[in-house]
């Protein structure tokens, strides 16, 4: 399936422009070669399928489309406008690939993963405050800019908000499908939204409306995913898999209904130790294993080479030890809907308030506290100690959340780095 579609990317025009100039900007950097440009390409690659989208070509919704500017804001966004192959390769960034803001806690629904609950709540940012730190964050090379919450549709100026952020980033919506009409998506996708993510747990509509607590998050759902792709917006199918229900049946059918709404992509997110599920009780049906890691990578990776499906990602894979590692704030953090900023979206712990101080510095500490990427997801290796320090008063403060972070720094890189600098 790839070999097709790099094929046809081998004979687009604005593709090759692209890849010359990844190449210039790589070349003046004794770390880089042809070769090493080659294979970053192919570790890149391993284990995606690459969908083309309009004129863009989607390798990982990790990172943004290509070939776009936002493409190039990520492979320029290190700490020195010199060497920069060997900077990203060694992960000193200047800022993370993706950062996700909440811009409201507000929610109609009661899901039993919601990674926000538990926290001290304050006033949201206004409108102003948002876009002098969308400013911030695409002056420091932000390349994806995720919109989350609660649901960050019942905030009435989310089409000014949106279009508060120029082509140097890529900007993603993530919802319920509350209030997505086509009228909203087409304006929208007008004010430079690039994609949707919408919230879909089980084909089965009672089993998803439970999972949700409301009883009309399924046709809600359903209804928002045919919106978005028939509005021209690259659409995502995001579903949260407990471990119990870890099934190729179960799977294949959310990849078939996907498909039938005119999805782009299913990404199988895995519950984590955060917000409800801090809580001490038994979650071993909930929480995954090494070995149900295992078992969804070869489901995407047979949902994949079978070609009848969606693109199908998830963090099991994307965040292994074999790929990228945990980016959480290095290649990933976070914007509560108050301004502060967090590791990732599930790790409360909070390195200072884009209110107060500069959303540059505050992350650039952060950076070095947090170490390189992580093999495993630090959430899950970290947050019962956030708990048992904030004594349950999340997020964590600045002080100690710095000092947990270099208490757990790691010398190792995952292997997509690793193979990179030999």
């Known amino acids: 399936m790839n070999k097709k579609m790099i094929m046809k990317m081998a004979f687009d ?3 090759v422009k692209a890849l010359i100039k990844v190449h210039e900007i790589f070349k003046g950097d004794e770390s ?8 970053a390409a192919q570790e890149i690659l391993r284990g995606e399928k690459i969908v083309k989208f309009k004129d863009k070509y989607i390798l990982s919704t990790f990172m943004p489309p290509f070939p776009s500017k936002a493409f190039f804001t990520h492979i320029s966004a290190t700490k020195e406008e010199k060497n920069i192959f060997k900077q990203q390769i060694y992960s000193e960034r200047s800022a993370p690939i993706s950062i996700h803001v909440s811009l409201t806690d507000r ?32 002056d420091m090379n932000t390349s994806v800019i ?34 997505f009409t086509e009228d909203m ?29 409301n009883e009309n998050a399924f046709d809600t759902a359903v209804k928002a995913i045919e919106t978005a792709s028939k509005s ?12 119990r229900n870890l099934n190729e049946e179960k799977l294949c059918n959310i990849f078939s209904l996907a498909k039938k709404l005119g999805a782009h992509e299913v990404k199988i997110l895995e519950p984590i130790i955060s917000g409800s599920l801090l809580e001490n009780k038994d979650l071993s049906e909930i929480f995954y294993d090494d070995l149900s890691r295992k078992k969804l990578i070869d489901i995407q990776h047979r949902a994949n080479r079978a070609g009848i499906y969606p693109k199908i990602t998830t963090f099991a894979y994307t965040e292994s030890k074999e790929k990228f590692g945990c980016g959480a704030g290095t290649q990933h953090s976070y914007i509560s809907s108050s301004g502060e900023l967090y590791p990732c979206d599930f790790l409360p712990m909070s390195f200072g308030n884009v209110r ?45 959340s710095i000092n947990l972070c270099r208490k757990n720094q790691s010398d190792d890189f995952p292997d997509f780095y690793k193979v990179l600098q030999d």
């Open 107 to 138: 929610c109609m629904y009661n899901c039993l993963h919601c990674s926000a609950k538990g926290r001290i709540l304050e006033n949201e940012l206004t409108t102003e405050e948002w876009i002098n730190v969308f400013k911030e964050l695409q």
């Open 13 to 15: 025009k604005e593709v």
């Open 356 to 400: 107060k101080g500069k959303a540059s510095m505050l992350w650039q500490e952060m950076n070095r506290a947090i170490g390189n990427p992580k093999i495993g997801c630090f959430a899950m290796k970290i947050n019962n100690k956030v708990k048992n320090i904030s004594k349950g008063k999340l997020p964590l403060c600045k002080e100690d």
């Open 232 to 243: 021209g917006l690259y659409t995502i199918v995001q579903t949260v898999v407990l471990r």
């Open 146 to 179: 995720g919109l989350t919450g609660g649901e960050p549709l019942l905030r009435e100026d989310i089409e000014r908000i949106i279009e508060s952020i120029d082509d140097r980033s890529s900007v993603v919506l993530f919802t319920t499908g509350l209030n």
């Open 32 to 39: 880089y070669t042809i070769t090493k440009g080659i294979k």
């Open 185 to 213: 998506a087409i304006k929208l996708r007008g004010r430079g939204l690039f994609g949707v993510g919408i919230s879909l747990d089980s084909h089965i509509k009672e089993e998803h409306n439970r999972l949700r607590g």
